[in-house]
């Protein structure tokens, strides 16, 4: 246990579904990050975000949008996905130049 | 962008034997992490390396970063079923940012 949980740990979904993914931390962190591990593919850095400001999109499309209300929770909302999103969607935080935590994931299919 | 080439990308060793993994970047490298991950789960943090010639160890894993700061390795000492995974390496981008190779998995055979 890391302390970052994730949830749902699994999803299924079809392409003009709408879900989202949430991520909670109480470790008093102040960046939290969405990462995609696919199969055979080093971690792709998603989003990132510092004390609620989003400071990097790494080229990600439109139909993945981050939410971050507070410094303790990260969402990624979903929609309108296509198979080869299917993914594991890993969290992260960090506070300052500290190790970033991670949470357990959430398996994404999309069918 | 960094580069970290993994090597290898799998390897399998018997349970009691030692092994590597090497990190090589690109580039100078100003923080280097190792993590751990089970398969389909998230990563657990390993060590962390800043200075050249830095060594770390915690119980049998060992973790190096060279002189010139391109190239770190991890080694397991008496490997067990336990050290079976995928282990990343990821190195220090600035601005809170972490830049990950493809991982090295490890299977340990009884």
């Known amino acids: 246990e890391t302390g970052v949980t994730q949830t749902p740990r699994h999803l299924v979904m079809g392409m003009t579904n709408k879900k989202s993914l949430k991520c909670e931390q109480h470790?008093?962190?102040?960046?939290m990050y969405w990462y995609k591990q696919s199969a055979k593919k080093p971690l792709e850095l998603m989003f990132v975000?510092?004390?609620?400001?989003?400071?990097e999109n790494n080229s990600v499309p439109s139909r993945f949008s981050p939410e971050c209300p507070n410094s303790s929770h990260l969402f990624l909302h979903l929609h309108t996905l296509q198979p080869e999103d299917s993914a594991l969607y890993l969290c992260?935080?960090?506070?300052?130049?500290?190790?970033?935590?991670f949470g357990p994931g959430t398996r994404l299919t999309v069918l | 962008s960094q580069e970290l080439e993994q090597s290898p990308q799998s390897l399998i060793v018997q349970e009691g034997k030692n092994l590597t993994i090497n990190c090589t970047s690109s580039?100078?490298?100003?923080?280097l992490y190792w993590y751990k991950q089970k398969y389909g789960e998230g990563l657990i943090f390993l060590m962390m390396l800043q200075k050249g010639g830095e060594e770390k160890s915690h119980e049998k894993i060992t973790a190096k970063l060279d002189e010139k700061k391109q190239q770190s390795s991890l080694h397991i000492t008496a490997s067990q079923p336990s050290h079976a995974g995928i282990y990343l390496c990821g190195a220090e981008m600035g601005d809170y940012k972490l830049s990950f190779g493809a991982g090295t998995t490890v299977t340990v055979r009884a």
């Open positions: 992260a935080s960090k506070r300052g130049g500290n190790e970033q935590f």
């Open positions: 470790l008093g962190h102040n960046a």
């Open positions: 975000y510092n004390f609620k400001e989003q400071t």
């Open positions: 580039k100078t490298l100003y923080g």
